[in-house]
């Protein structure tokens, strides 16, 4: 048996993304942010939802511009306090002893000891209501090249990048595998499917 | 040390998000997206990116509305199927066996045995290049008895549901919970922060 529980926002997963950026006075900050994800791959776009309460919301609208910066397992506790601090009350990165550099490619910082860091242009914004949704244009991404294998393939596995869950507030690190895309479906192919290649 | 490897939207996790509609002679269809995420606490709403090319985009522009239903783990084979096929060279429920049930919310089907189904209408639409963002109000959310708690909190961890790796092309069941949110954090809160409250 089924049970309508109303309108709810919460999925699984949903990630942790920490965004990087400057304030009118280029001071660096940074905020936690589960609602968000992929928006296009070419060009390559991401979404992220931010409260207009949030400091991070008025640089977004200045500065026009972010960082995604994942957060590799041994940095939860960190990844959660850019979470709960405002950035109008201290300087984040300065709790926290992370480091923020200044982006070649975007007007924004991204987090020095964070191995996947995304650095992306505000093209659309849309007020949704408790929430306003920014999609960034990624114009760079910077991996760590202990995540990087020899074709260039990404070995994230070895960050160990959160996962939020949103049911029971928690932090989860990656689970194992248990099918592989794009092959474990084949099973369900029809004859004609087949045949059509 | 760092390496630019220019654009790119791959992130970890992403959903393995199955968005259920119908197309214009009432057919139900079923497709594998894993780029989308939250997009709103109130009003509920939800992002999904979907390419022109796809069957479901005609059924989300004509019928406007969508489902989102969250595959177990024991379904990663469907799932995936789910993402290889198209509604375009048969019917993916037949050919799986799963079952689409009408929404009473929206005008979308969702499937019968995942537990936890999202009803969405469309509100926005965004073309963003090779793939359309589709912004979808959740109207109601349906929750398997089995997943809910004596206080309706819920307990999805019994469903297992999937994560897409972007990186690795596979299906990763939830990992385990290495820290709480908005607990983890507060060993970095400043004095000041602390006399603040």
Known sequence: MKKDIGPSELVFPTPVFIAGTYDANDVPNAVTLAWGGV???????????????????????????????????????????????SGKNGNKFAATGLTPVRSEFVDAPYIEEFPYN??????????????????????????????LGENGNLLWERA??????????TY????EIT????????????????NAG
Chains 1, 2 share one sequence.
């Open 160 to 169: 160990g990048f959160l996962t939020y869950d949103g049911a029971d507030r």
């Open 39 to 85: 928006a296009c791959s070419s060009p390559a776009a991401v979404s992220i939802a931010v409260r207009p309460s949030r400091y991070s919301y008025e640089n977004l609208m200045l500065r026009k511009a972010f960082t995604i910066n994942l957060p590799p397992a041994k940095y939860a506790k960190e990844a959660d306090y850019f979470g709960i601090a």
């Open 118 to 147: 995304m650095e992306c242009e505000v093209t659309h914004t849309l007020d949704l209501g408790s929430h306003t949704l920014f999609i960034g244009a990624v114009k760079n991404v910077k991996v760590g090249e202990e995540l």
């Open 179 to 194: 099918e592989k895309a794009f092959r474990a479906g084949l099973i369900f192919r029809t004859e004609s499917e087949n």
């Open 172 to 175: 989860r690190l990656p689970g």
